[in-house]
């Protein structure tokens, strides 16, 4: 199982960056996705997930309305639209699948594993 996390980049706050993860070496389409994010100096923190069948979707509060999580089961791939970036969402983002299959989606990082390489994104006011 590989995820390999793009996209990101150093930005002006209030610009837009999608991020992509494509996964390879297992069934996509049966397990949820996740964006997790970390700032230097803080613990790992839930951004986005969602569910197998692209359903369903779930934030953290600090993203709604801002970021857009989304997949393509064909392309093997997970997207995290983020508009409207804030120099507080700076940090490495990562994502992940969801330990189990069908497993719905959860805010906890205990319940993914196969962490993709992170992407750095940097916001500047």
């Known amino acids: 199982v590989q995820l390999q996390a793009s996209g990101g980049g150093s930005v002006q706050a209030g610009d837009s960056l999608r991020l992509s993860c494509e996964a390879s070496g297992y069934i996509f389409s049966l397990y949820a996705m996740a964006w997790f994010r970390q700032a230097p100096g803080k613990e790992r923190e839930f951004v986005a997930a969602?569910?197998?069948?692209?359903?369903?979707?779930t934030y953290t509060e600090s993203v709604k309305s801002r970021f857009t999580i989304s997949r393509d089961n064909a392309k093997r791939t997970a997207y995290l639209q983020m508009n409207n970036l804030r120099p507080e969402d700076t940090a490495v983002y990562s994502c992940?699948?969801?330990?189990?299959?069908?497993?719905?989606?959860?805010?906890?990082?205990?319940?993914?594993?196969?962490w993709g390489q992170g992407t750095q994104v940097t916001v500047s006011s």
């Open positions: 969602i569910s197998w069948s692209g359903g369903y979707t």
């Open positions: 992940a699948r969801r330990r189990e299959k069908y497993g719905e989606i959860t805010l906890s990082s205990f319940d993914y594993g196969n």
